[in-house]
């Protein structure tokens, strides 16, 4: 059982360059989400998707596009990568929305802009 | 629980000691907390949660401590072992309009000596 599986785990881009990040669970479960995590921090949201079909901003959106493609992936798109956005990028995803239940979490994918 | 820039609060404790970890969460609306643990290079990965109703709730080795008046959240780890080195997070989830989404504190490094 993958749980949630994150592609890429490493990456460097140009600044400007554009990329996207792959994300998809097996759990069968309703909602997902990208966050960010910069040294010495805790997780911020960036996007998620409380349903299929369904997309809304976190707490830092700007810079970003989300695409829901199904129940089970959850694409984060960087247009033109900026250096402030260096950092490692988690996906989430959790069983119900609004139900109290935890996040399982992908392994991460390190990105860094140059 | 508190820190200051890119400096996390540490702690460091012998190998079968008990281990006392704390969070000050920030919105009295907050109805749901879990604590995460996340271990280098890996995603974080769920230990306990405890709703708003409830001010402790026990694991295997673990406890989680709930003090609403103070917004005040803590987990004990007993027996604590090496294994348990790695970085605690404690989340929180909102009501109402932003019900479902996590918002992390900026966690604490445990650093178990054998």
């Known amino acids: 059982n993958a749980g949630v599986t994150q592609t890429p785990k490493f990456q460097v881009l140009k600044t400007g360059q554009s990329m996207t990040l792959q994300c998809a669970q097996d759990?069968?479960?309703?909602?997902m989400y990208w966050y960010r995590q910069d040294p010495g921090m805790g997780l911020r949201l960036i996007y998620y998707?409380?349903?299929?079909?369904?997309?809304d901003k976190g707490e830092v959106p700007n810079g970003y596009n989300v695409s829901r493609l199904n129940k089970r992936e959850f694409s984060l798109r960087l247009e033109s990568a900026a250096p402030s956005q260096t950092s490692v990028y988690f996906c989430?995803?959790?069983?119900?929305?609004?139900?109290?239940?935890?996040?399982?979490f992908g392994q991460g994918t390190r990105l860094t802009v140059v | 629980g508190e820190s200051v820039g890119l400096h996390l609060p540490t702690l460091s404790v012998q190998e079968g000691d008990n281990s006392i970890i704390n969070c000050a969460y920030s919105?009295?609306?907050?109805?749901?907390f879990i604590w995460y643990k996340q271990e280098s290079g890996k995603g974080p990965q769920f230990i306990i949660d405890?709703?708003?109703?409830?001010d402790k709730r026990q694991g295997q080795r673990v406890t989680v401590l709930l003090n609403k008046t103070v917004k005040h959240l803590s987990l004990q780890i007993a027996a604590t072992q090496p294994g348990d080195s790695a970085v605690y997070f404690c989340?929180?989830?909102?009501?109402?309009?932003?019900?479902?989404?996590?918002?992390f504190g900026q966690g604490t490094i445990l650093t178990v000596h054998p």
């Open positions: 989430a995803s959790s069983r119900m929305w609004g139900a109290n239940t935890e996040a399982f």
């Open positions: 759990m069968n479960h309703n909602s």
């Open positions: 998707s409380a349903s299929e079909g369904t997309t």
């Open positions: 919105n009295s609306a907050s109805d749901y």
């Open positions: 405890i709703r708003s109703n409830m």
């Open positions: 989340a929180e989830n909102l009501s109402g309009t932003s019900y479902g989404k996590l918002t």
